[in-house]
T-cell receptor, first 108, second 111 residues
């Protein structure tokens, strides 16, 4: 079985722009969770989707949003990027048991 | 919100020495999970502990869950350079889907 895939792997944006990240869970897995990892704050939960519905949400501003499609693929969107949004964004399949390689976002 | 503290933040050992990282919570945990993240990599699930006082072993790694289910430890016997990385504990908070991660312990092993 293929693992969790995330695209793109690296991204450079400027302040004020928006970005969309994609995650495909392991085939057959319906749950996708998103985490932000920074040196200062560590790993923080963003949100989780299950069967196209947001099941749980972390403490992030409304600029961070997500969705899940019928094939379980998920996207997260960050609007009006700030410098502090620079981070490794990880998605996980099956409530955290399997993490993808992450998308490294740099905001200039 | 729930916090999971982990100590130490960093440990540097010589190959062959033992290593232990500790995870503590102010509230009772339903379970605890451990992950390893290699430099430049992503967290990889190691194990989940559920029962009070549970001890599990994976080769040189020993995982313990405290009797009160508020703390946990990971012990590595005779470290090797392949053990280098950051070890995180994580607990399910609220619903089963949300993980709260500890701050992590970065392990450096030198020959």
């Amino acid at each position: 079985k293929a693992g969790v895939t995330q695209t793109p792997r690296y991204l450079i944006k400027t302040r004020g722009q928006q970005v969309t990240l994609s995650c495909s869970p392991i085939s057959g897995h319906r749950s996708v969770s998103w985490y932000q990892q920074t040196p200062g704050q560590g790993l923080q939960f963003l949100f989780e989707y299950f069967s196209e519905t947001q099941r749980n949400k972390g403490n992030f501003p409304g600029r961070f949003s997500g969705r899940q499609f019928s094939n379980s693929r998920s996207e997260m969107n960050v609007s009006t990027l700030e410098l502090g949004d620079s981070a490794l964004y990880l998605c996980a399949s099956s409530s955290g048991l399997f993490f993808g390689p992450g998308t490294r976002l740099t905001v200039l | 919100g729930q916090q999971v503290m982990q100590i130490p933040q960093y440990q540097h050992v010589q190959e062959g020495e033992d290593f232990t990282t500790y995870c503590n919570s102010s509230t009772t945990l339903s379970n605890i999970q451990w992950y390893k993240q290699r430099p430049g990599g992503h967290p990889v699930f190691l194990i989940q502990l559920v029962k009070s006082g549970e001890v599990k072993k994976q080769k040189r790694l020993t995982f313990q869950f405290g009797e009160a289910k508020k703390n946990s430890s990971l012990h590595i016997t005779a470290t090797q350079t392949t053990d280098v990385g950051t070890y995180f504990c994580a607990a399910n908070t609220g619903t089963a889907s949300k993980l709260t991660f500890g701050t992590g312990t970065r392990l450096q092993v030198t020959l």
